[in-house]
Every structure is written in structure tokens, then in C-alpha cells.
């Protein structure tokens, strides 16, 4: 099952524009990532904010954490086309015996130069 | 440092046929992971080794699905026989002791017709 579901399922943008991606989830965490994926590749791992954290920068990249609403954001500031890819929001649980990344659906980021 | 190795990039079969992935995870790390990924949706867990041990299974299919990691270093994930279903990316990743950054290979993009 989808622990994180992200919102917007997709967003297009002009270059030099902020693109906001949220993501919700269920249950208490360790931890939740950010990763992207270009098409056809692999995931690239972005940023970690743990639990105890609010907020956390990484370059032109903000990521928010709000534990009592379940949720969380990435910002990527002054956008550019090469940021454009798939962006999958993980969280860090304890699913069963043992802890797990659980993965959303993503949110689709198109950045038009 | 060279990356997580993933073999073949691409496998087309037919339904009811045997495949097998490889993976070569990053010198050093643990932790490798194999996750499906169908298209237009996150990652979902298949197995998680730590060293040559599973730590967890419980989303692998084990009537067709089997996984291996001799020596604790490379690992082959194994599907007999393959369903339409199947068709997927299947993407390893590794990462060092703890659930942390994961470090994803390209994936194996099969096709089951």
C-alpha cells in the first residue's frame, strides 16, 4: 500500500517560477525523504527531514514537515527545465516486522523554458 | 564511487516465461532493496536484505517471485513464470547500515506479453 500520497499528481511551470509539491501520509514516521526521478532512470535521493525537524534547506530546495497534520512539502525555488522529472515523497516506518520505505505516486513536474 | 548495477537495462518475454534481474550494489553498503515500479506509480518494496540475510519479504509474490544475495554483495531477483502483470520497472537500491539515504541503480524495464 501508499503510505505518501503527493499533490499534485502533475504541475507545469514557467522557468525561474517556485514549484510546490505536498505529500500526505498515515501513519508515525522515522523520517520521510524526497527523491527524483527522471524518465527512465533510477531515483535520486534529494533531502531527509526526521520527525523532530520543521523545516530543512538544500540549495533552491525547502522541505516542510508537519507531524500533527500528517503532511509535508517540497519547494523548488527559481525552477529550471533540467528540474523537470518525477518527484516521490518516502517515509521512514515500521510496516509489520520491520522498518520500510514506502513510496507515494509522485507528482510529474514539467518546467518550460 | 561507482553506482548500484543493474543488468539487463531492458527484457521483453513472453507470459509464463522465467527472468532474472542482477543487481551489484555500492562497495560497502548492506542494505540493497528490490522494489516494482509500474508505470505511473511509486516504488513498492519487494525484499529487503541486510548483508546476505532478508530482513523483510512480506510484499514479495512468493509463488513466482524469489530473491537471493550470495556473500552479502550482488543479488539476483527471479520471477517463474512471469504474468502480464509483471510489466514493470524493477529497480534495486543499497544503502549502508540503517534505513537512510537509499541509492537507486537504473532499473530493469520489463515487458511480459
Known amino acids: 500500500s501508499q503510505q505518501g500520497e503527493e499533490d499534485p499528481q502533475a504541475l507545469s511551470i514557467q ?8 505529500c500526505s501520509y498515515k501513519t ?10 527522471n524518465s527512465g532512470r533510477g531515483l535520486v535521493h534529494l533531502i531527509l527531514i526526521r520527525s523532530n525537524e520543521r523545516e530543512k534547506h538544500s540549495g533552491r530546495l525547502r522541505v516542510t514537515l508537519d507531524t500533527s497534520k500528517k503532511s509535508s512539502s517540497l519547494l523548488i525555488t527559481a525552477s529550471r527545465a533540467a528540474d523537470t522529472a518525477s518527484y516521490f515523497c518516502a517515509t521512514d516506518a515500521v510496516a509489520g516486522s520491520a522498518r520500510q ?10 518546467v518550460l523554458p | 564511487e561507482a553506482g548500484v548495477a543493474q543488468s539487463p537495462r531492458y527484457k ?26 509500474i508505470l505511473g506509480q511509486g516504488p513498492k518494496l ?5 548483508n546476505n540475510g532478508v530482513v523483510d519479504d512480506s510484499q514479495l509474490p512468493k509463488d513466482r517471485f524469489s530473491a537471493e544475495r550470495l ?13 502480464l502483470e509483471d ?13 537512510e539515504t537509499q541509492y537507486f541503480g537504473p532499473g530493469t ?5
Open chain 2, 87 to 99: 510489466s514493470a520497472v524493477y529497480l534495486c537500491a543499497s544503502g549502508l547500515m540503517g534505513l
Open chain 1, 28 to 37: 508515525s514516521i522515522n523520517n520521510l525523504q524526497w527523491y527524483r526521478q
Open chain 2, 46 to 50: 519487494l525484499i529487503q536484505f541486510q
Open chain 1, 101 to 110: 520505505l514506502t513510496f507515494g505516486s509522485g507528482t510529474q513536474l514539467t
Open chain 2, 71 to 83: 556473500k552479502g554483495v550482488d543479488s539476483t531477483l527471479k520471477i517463474q513464470p512471469a504474468k
Open chain 2, 12 to 37: 521483453i518475454i513472453e507470459k509464463r516465461q522465467s527472468v532474472a534481474f542482477w543487481c551489484n550494489p555500492i562497495s560497502g553498503h548492506a542494505t540493497l532493496y528490490w522494489y516494482q515500479q
Open chain 2, 109 to 113: 524495464r520489463l515487458l511480459v506479453l
Open chain 1, 15 to 22: 522557468e525561474g517560477e517556485n514549484a510546490t509539491m505536498n
